[in-house]
């Protein structure tokens, strides 16, 4: 699986470069609000990814207590 991955990283980077490679001249306008757009685009997704794991990033910062102690001071 993690090998899956990494060719799968490597191929996207490879990818993501020769289009920087190969690029052109744009004659188009970008709207100031587009940015707005993408940014809206990617909290929402980090957002949804936390509430949806929320639980095990719970898991990760708290602690559960297993040594519990009675009144008197003595370990159950």
Do not use: H, N, W
């Not at 991955?5 to 188009?28: D, H, N, P, Q």
């Not at 306008?29 to 940015?35: A, E, I, N, T």
């Not at 602690?63 to 102690?69: K, P, V, W």
């Amino acid at each position: 699986m993690a090998l899956k991955l990494k060719y799968f990283a490597l191929t996207a980077a490879f990818f993501i470069g020769l289009t920087f490679c190969f690029e052109r001249r744009a004659y188009a306008y970008v709207d100031p609000g587009s940015s707005l757009l993408l940014f809206q685009s990617i909290s929402a997704i980090v957002t949804g990814t936390i509430f949806y794991f929320r639980r095990r990033l719970k898991a990760l910062f708290t602690r559960s207590s297993t040594d519990t102690t009675d009144l008197s001071g003595k370990s159950r």
